[in-house]
């Protein structure tokens, strides 16, 4: 995710992203993102203790084409940890059919190496692998 996505998510949303490092994931996913940390924001700002040093997010990132979201840290009410984990949760469904590039919808490609990608950034990926593999083909001969 670029820096510009990866400020706007830390400053927004400090507790959330508390120590936070960076997101494993392109910049297709940022508006999920935005949505899903708009919810849980709240939720860490009312709970979170005073002088918390570590992390509340540990890890966001792209795992065999579809988002993870990974808590450090959750608040002692067994309720609210049923609430985030329904959040993040809706959230990573919803990453199966946004393309990871651009936020349009998308589905899920390719077989070895899996991305959720539009029309558009399928077709482009498709022909940088072609372009890939003719390379290589000439380099052997
Ligand atoms: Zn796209």
């Given amino acids: 995710m670029n820096s510009e996505n990866t400020k706007h998510l830390v400053e927004t949303y400090p507790h959330l992203f508390k120590n936070f490092g960076y997101f494993e994931c392109s910049d297709g996913w940022f508006k999920l993102l935005c949505e899903l940390s708009e919810k849980l924001e709240?939720?860490?700002?009312e709970n979170l203790p005073?002088?918390?040093?570590?992390?509340?997010v540990g890890q966001v990132k792209q795992k065999f084409g579809g988002l993870r979201f990974y808590l450090d840290w959750y608040p002692e009410s067994e309720a609210l940890n049923e609430q985030i984990e329904n959040d993040i949760e809706e959230a990573e469904e919803k990453s199966w059919v946004t393309c990871e590039f651009c936020g349009e919808p998308g589905k899920t490609r390719g077989g070895g190496w899996v991305l959720v990608l539009c029309d558009k950034h399928h077709q482009?990926?498709?022909e940088k692998k072609n372009k890939r593999a003719s390379k290589n083909a000439k380099n052997e001969n």
Avoid at 42 to 45: A, G, H, L, N, S
């Fill in 42 to 45: 709240p939720v860490f700002k």
């Fill in 50 to 56: 005073e002088n918390f040093r570590h992390r509340v």
């Fill in 124 to 126: 482009e990926n498709l």
